[in-house]
């Protein structure tokens, strides 16, 4: 069964700096997405890539999938204390299906220091 | 936006109890999904369904089952309520394939 990793599982960084977060899966990825959870809440769909390059951001937030190495990666720039929280990778183990398929990664704990 | 909600964030039971898990989406979406979320195991698959009454077990169904009567909500349900049931569960819907989700109700079973 399709696994996904996560790197690093926690990262405390001070406000205001750079930080990456990578996601990598032992199978092919047909679709990666990228959540984010608050503590004990819901998680909150932040992007989806689905081709090999691809690069999308949302406010400091930049998502890149290398198809090859079957990685993505999670950069954020200029880290606030609102971007603390848990994420996490997901992809569809399978291209045609109704997500039931969907694999998570572990998660990645974030804490932003002020 | 699409929202997903979910009936209670906090809920708490007695073991044998019946619990009702209710999930509601307004966005007319066909898929639903229910999982569970531990630590150290991540989130797993109970049930989803694809259509109004149409249901299909995910990774761990025992001691749950789903009722889907109309296509916006869809109940989980501990039939007789254990300890190891204790968990955060995620409600979540998908038109294609991004799943949105709701805020999560933690179940505590004493």
């Known amino acids: 069964s399709q696994e996904l990793e996560q790197s690093p599982q926690s990262l405390i960084v001070q406000e205001g700096k750079n930080l990456t977060i990578n996601c990598t899966s032992s199978k092919t990825l047909y679709g990666l997405y990228w959540y984010k959870q608050k503590y004990g809440e819901g998680l909150i769909f932040l992007m989806m890539?689905?081709?090999?390059?691809e690069e999308k951001s949302h406010e400091k937030i930049t998502a890149k999938l290398d198809e090859k190495k079957q990685q993505s990666s999670l950069h954020i720039t200029a880290s606030q204390p609102s971007h603390a929280g848990i994420y996490l990778c997901?992809?569809?183990?399978?291209?045609?299906?109704?997500?039931?398929?969907?694999?998570f990664g572990p998660g990645t704990r974030l804490s932003v220091l002020p | 936006d699409v929202k997903v909600t979910q009936s209670s964030r906090y809920l708490v039971k007695r073991t044998g109890e019946k619990v009702f898990l209710e999930c509601v989406q307004d966005?007319?979406?066909?898929?639903m999904f229910w999982y569970r979320q531990d630590p150290g195991l991540g989130l797993r698959l109970i049930y989803f369904?694809?259509?109004?009454?149409?249901?299909e077990k995910g990774d761990i169904p025992e001691g749950y089952s789903v009722s889907r009567e109309k296509k916006e909500r869809f109940s989980l349900i501990l039939e007789s309520a254990s300890t190891n049931q204790t968990s955060m569960y995620l409600c979540?819907?998908?038109?294609?394939?991004?799943?949105?989700f709701g805020p999560g109700t933690r179940l505590t079973v004493t």
């Open positions: 979540a819907s998908s038109l294609g394939r991004t799943q949105y």
């Open positions: 890539l689905q081709k090999g390059g």
């Open positions: 966005m007319d979406h066909e898929n």
């Open positions: 997901g992809a569809d183990a399978r291209p045609d299906n109704y997500g039931q398929n969907f694999v």
């Open positions: 369904s694809y259509d109004v009454k149409m249901k």
